[in-house]
């Protein structure tokens, strides 16, 4: 056979298998991006099972269910022979991430292993392009045979998660599909497009509290761990087209250095190749910075992974819009020109602008970070088992060595919980099976022991210990700069968690490895957090309970009688995170409510369905009015910025409360209820009910600023409000009136700690708010107001102040005998 026919063969049979191949085109009747066109997660996912048939290339495996049972998938794509060794090389990759190969493995792996890069989409389904632009990913990586993707085929192994919030996309989808060609076909979703977390769903990467988290988390920490993780949003600040890092300052110290200065390279061949195709609007150093864990491109940056963001401009849904240079505005709010290329960013002037647009700039994105892996792939292998065996060796030299979380604990099954969570983050932790000193101390069988030296050192050592958010000025006497997200996470400090630093090496001899923490036994003690498990169950079966004068949970003697709570949670058509993430906890605590709307506030008559109202965080005048179409005050919903106009919200979902909902609730309470408002919430009562508080925080600069801390707090125990919460507690604080009680009929339950406020994070004019009240009980008529000055619930994640809630909650249905 001739070299010629040879090679015909072979050019017949790559476009005969390019044929077999559909196109997303061919499969959605549309190409992805097309104006007005969004493809819902069924569509989306039948096209990844078409791949799989036609493609030996794309492997696709089902990895968890959603909140609401919807299967998630993820898929890995690569070359043929890749594919089918796919158990070698991620066993091979486990041992260089964790550090379990000698330094001769390590270094045979790096030279035969294959990089694993992490691509996902549509976490924030609001963002809509980018799981629209997954099925072109995915096309282009399993058909395409050009020299370059040829070459990432052979080098690299893609896990590639289409839709990281398969809920979410449907409803975005479907509620578009409903309302486009209509006069409301940019108009916000009204709810969560996460069943409890919404825009927060890209928050809960070191507490795993939702579903799709904790799915998603073990394939990144415990099954792939993929050198590089990138992760697609919509939302660079105007006239951006798409931020790419580096990110902004501050760098969060516990990130290990080699992996920012590999985010940088990254970023780099990010902007050259956008800079080649002559795409414009690149931006960096700006907005979003790598301080705070926690996020999907966060927290794998503590995981010796490399953790890329960016943020593509986008329209509502796949609705284009025209920008005239007038449009765009001359600088940036830090000051930076817009028009003119700088070291932040290359100009762009503006065009038109459509969801396919940004489906090009994500595959552009794409592209420069799955080339520069497969450029270099012994360098991103090496670079894992290198930094994983850098941190386990620091047990020698670095403190601390262990962290101790003794069986003496204030709330034993919220420890567990702790360590639970640290284990869904790909930490190791360890059990005394006997008797064990460390030092001067002596602790008993059955502690638990985490070892600082570890692959994840830089993780566990950030949860662990408080923050101290940097002053970054602009010169020497200008304002500080504030955090992208929060300040402050410390674990133990937010769970209430005793838990001891050891710096000194001990014997581990008596420590065995735990695979799983248990979860605690439930127990009907005040103090922990299994309490009120225990109480919905008995209360559930009928049997008698309540609350001792002490604050004991007794089955007889007791001053207070527990019945079921009758609970009412008011939700607007705004989506609100608060509410999401209360209705979360009460999930989880299985405490009983109904969700109420405008209309149902509105009709009065409260007091005869419901013993308790809660609001949780949103401001006086959002709940007072909800979304307008009118352009003054109110709620905006989803999309709002500067670019864009106010979107029209569907005559249904617009309004709020109202005055006639104010007198319904003043009734409510007047006649014995009890309104539960959290955070900026409370201002609404202590506007308009005749309470005996006052917020000393509102109306005049007075300098405080919490950015997301966490603030010392004391607590009165002797009020049932704070039943089973020890007298000295942290809180979370960024937002929300701090009190002063100016009258007979309320009373402080908590109040800031006079000295020494801040406990970790970044807190400025805290003269003024020290010893004030941040949790007051106000009586009103026969009912009471219960006002929270911080943030109870905040993410799931403050396990140590739930008792707080869940108090006032039990103590609205409760009867006093």
Not at 282 to 292: K, M, P, T
Request: charged share 20%.
């Amino acid at each position: 056979m001739s070299f010629r026919h040879l090679l015909s063969l072979i050019l017949l049979a790559v476009s005969s298998f390019a044929a077999a191949v559909p196109t997303p085109a061919d499969h959605l009747g549309y190409r992805p991006g097309t104006d007005y066109k969004l493809a819902d997660y069924g569509e989306i996912i039948t096209y990844y099972q078409k791949l799989e048939k036609a493609s030996p290339r794309l492997k696709l495996i089902q990895y968890g269910k959603t909140s609401t049972g919807k299967p998630m998938y993820v898929s890995l794509i690569s070359s043929e022979e890749n594919i089918r060794q796919l158990v070698k090389y991620k066993e091979m990759n486990q041992r260089m991430a964790l550090g379990l190969a000698s330094r001769e493995e390590a270094a045979r792996i790096a030279k035969e292993g294959k990089v694993f890069v992490w691509i996902d989409a549509g976490i924030h389904s609001s963002e809509a392009a980018c799981p629209q632009g997954s099925p072109e990913l995915a096309y282009k990586m399993v058909s395409d045979e050009s020299e370059e993707v040829r070459k990432i085929r052979d080098k690299v192994i893609l896990v590639h998660v289409p839709v990281i919030n398969p809920d979410g996309q449907d409803l975005i989808a479907h509620w578009f599909r409903k309302n486009v060609g209509t006069a409301y076909e940019d108009a916000a979703l009204p709810g969560l497009y996460q069943k409890y977390a919404g825009h927060d769903n890209n928050r809960d990467w070191f507490m795993f509290n939702l579903e799709e988290t904790r799915h998603t988390g073990k394939l990144l920490f415990q099954e792939w761990f993929p050198q590089i993780m990138y992760n697609q949003h919509q939302a660079p600040v105007f006239p951006a087209r798409i931020f790419v890092p580096p990110y902004a300052e501050p760098l969060n110290p516990a990130i290990p250095g080699p992996v920012m200065e590999g985010i940088n390279l990254i970023g780099a061949a990010m902007r050259e190749r956008f800079a080649r195709e002559g795409k414009g609007g690149v931006l960096s150093y700006y907005g979003f910075d790598a301080w705070w864990n926690g996020g999907l491109r966060s927290a794998p940056a503590f995981h010796n992974m490399h953790g890329i963001l960016t943020e593509t401009a986008m329209q509502p849904y796949a609705i284009p819009r025209e920008y005239k240079p007038a449009d765009l505005p001359e600088r940036f709010p830090n000051g930076i020109p817009t028009k003119v290329p700088t070291v932040f960013y290359s100009p762009w002037m503006g065009g038109r602008w459509t969801a396919r647009d940004a489906i090009e700039y994500m595959l552009t994105a794409d592209m420069a970070i799955l080339n520069l892996a497969a450029s270099m792939p012994d360098h991103w292998i090496y670079k894992a088992w290198d930094l994983a065996t850098k941190n386990i060796a620091m047990a020698d030299t670095a403190k601390p060595f262990a962290y101790v979380v003794p069986p003496d604990q204030w709330d034993r099954w919220t420890a567990n919980e702790m360590l639970r969570r640290l284990q869904l983050g790909g930490i190791e932790v360890k059990q005394a099976k006997a008797e064990i000193r460390m030092g001067e101390r002596t602790y008993p069988a059955g502690s638990y022991v985490v070892l600082a030296g570890q692959a994840f050192r830089s993780y566990l050592v950030d949860l662990m210990e408080p923050q101290e958010y940097p002053e970054l000025r602009t010169g020497t006497a200008g304002a500080t700069k504030r955090p992208y997200d929060v300040a402050g996470w410390t674990l133990p400090l937010q769970m209430g968690v005793k838990v001891e630093r050891v710096n000194d090496r001990f014997d581990t001899s008596a420590l065995t490895a735990v695979k799983e923490v248990p979860a605690a036994q439930w127990k009907l003690d005040a103090r922990d957090n299994s309490s009120y498990l225990q109480l919905a169950k008995m209360l559930g079966a009928g049997e008698k309970v309540g609350w001792a004068i002490d604050g004991r949970l007794v089955t007889s003697g007791y001053l207070w009688e527990l019945h079921k709570p009758r609970v009412a949670i008011y939700e607007p058509y705004a989506p609100n995170m608060d509410l999401g993430w209360t209705q979360w906890l009460l999930d989880e605590f299985q405490v009983p409510y109904s969700v109420i709307h405008n209309a149902d506030v509105q009709k009065g008559g409260l007091k005869e369905r419901f013993d308790t109202i809660l609001f949780a965080q949103q401001t006086t005048d959002s709940i007072l009015h909800g979304l307008r179409d009118n352009g003054a005050g109110g709620e905006e919903g989803e999309y709002r910025s500067i670019d864009r106009g106010r979107p029209r919200p569907r005559p249904e979902h617009a309004g709020g409360i109202g005055a006639q909902g104010v007198a319904a609730l003043d009734a409510f309470v007047r006649d014995g209820g009890t309104m539960v408002a959290l955070s900026t919430a409370a201002e609404l009562p202590l506007q308009f009910f005749p309470l005996a508080v006052r917020n000393v925080t509102r109306g005049a600069e007075t300098g405080f600023y919490s950015p997301g801390s966490l603030l010392r707090a004391t607590v009165d125990t002797t009020n049932p409000l704070g039943f089973g919460m020890p007298k000295e507690a942290v809180v979370f604080s960024n937002g929300g009136p701090i009190m002063d009680v100016v009258g007979p009929g309320a009373k402080p339950v908590a109040n800031f700690a006079k000295r020494d406020l801040l406990a970790s994070g970044w807190l400025s004019g805290d003269r003024v708010v020290l010893g004030k009240s941040i949790l007051v009980e106000a009586a009103y008529g026969k009912g009471r107001v219960v006002l929270y000055g911080f943030r109870v619930q905040h993410r799931g994640q403050p396990f140590g102040t739930f008792k707080l809630l869940l108090n006032a909650l039990y103590l609205g249905s409760a009867k006093k005998l």
